[in-house]
């Protein structure tokens, strides 16, 4: 029987709260939560007794103890890319929500020092192992759609202020963060795990609003400057010659669009990235008409506790992770390259992270 992994979470704040912790206990063949750690006192021991963890710590190098196995890196975003490197120099096996690292230089050496030490990554977002995705990526190697010549994907939220968002919004808005690195991951980790990688960006993007006032919630009343640019539309041209057209943003009120559309020569397929339960459709010339091919398993999603179980088999197995820190650092150059784009106004080349030795 495969050893049971102990695991810390560092960061309990809303993410771990409510996408994470309380959907560990599907992992208890694997995995079980030993320590917390949190900076806040209060919060931290209010998410001892709420999930009945007696083991607490303040300092996220606390997760480096010789008792622990496995670290989920749930912190801030601007704090990511500092304690992933610490994991990683210290050979410690993690989990990270993104962005999995604070620029791409830092990414790469994130990720030297985790081949250095023995170090295994999974990297959020867990798109590459949720259901739908593989189902699609089945029909997609049977040929079910013929070749792929286009792709057109959404990745959004409504204006802020988020109704029932109990966190503080001001981290999404800052310049380490933003629609990009919080939604425009998703269609760019599923466009390029399931056709290639992109070769090549254009993008423009616009800042909505200056600033928003929190109307619930613990913050009510604090003002949000908003230092980023909250409205996206980008041009992938993939290393296939796939092209695809990307629509990321934080000022979308309601849309009947679907996340992801891939259409080929022969049909078309259509699903939901953030939302599992959305159906995976597909058109045809075999069939002629919009059917569902396919019936999965459906969680409330975004079902990121899919990546954590992708990364405790990978170390009882000896497998590399499906949601690896190498396409995370791809995606990751992407952003770069699209940031680029909209500030010069030019198609931009996705830098080759192959050349920076990843």
Known sequence: MAKLLRISVIGVGDVAYRDYVPHMKRLVKVGQINLLIARNTERLAKAAADFGVSGVASDWQAALEPGIDVALNLTPAPMHGEINLGLARAGRHFYTEKPFANSVEQGVAIVQ???????????????????????????LARGVIGKVHSVRATAAAPPPPWQGYQGDHTPFFSD???????LGVYPLHAITGLLGEAAEVAAFSSRTRDEFLVTEGPFVGQTVPVNVDDNWQMLLRLSN??????????????????????????????LGILDPKVPLRVHSKAHGDWEEPVAHARYDGPDHVLGVADLLNSIQTSRDPVIGARHALHVMAIRAAAETATNTGRSVPVQDITRLGV
């Open 241 to 270: 010659g796939i092209l695809a057209s990307v629509q990321v943003a934080y000022c979308i009120n309601h849309s009947a669009s679907c996340d992801l559309e891939i259409s080929g020569e022969g049909g078309t397929i259509t």
């Open 113 to 139: 020092a985790a081949r250095e030490t023995g170090a295994v990554i999974a990297a959020a977002p867990s798109v590459m192992v949720y259901p739908q995705i593989i189902a699609a990526a089945s029909l």
């Open 176 to 182: 380490e963060v933003g629609p990009m690195s919080d």
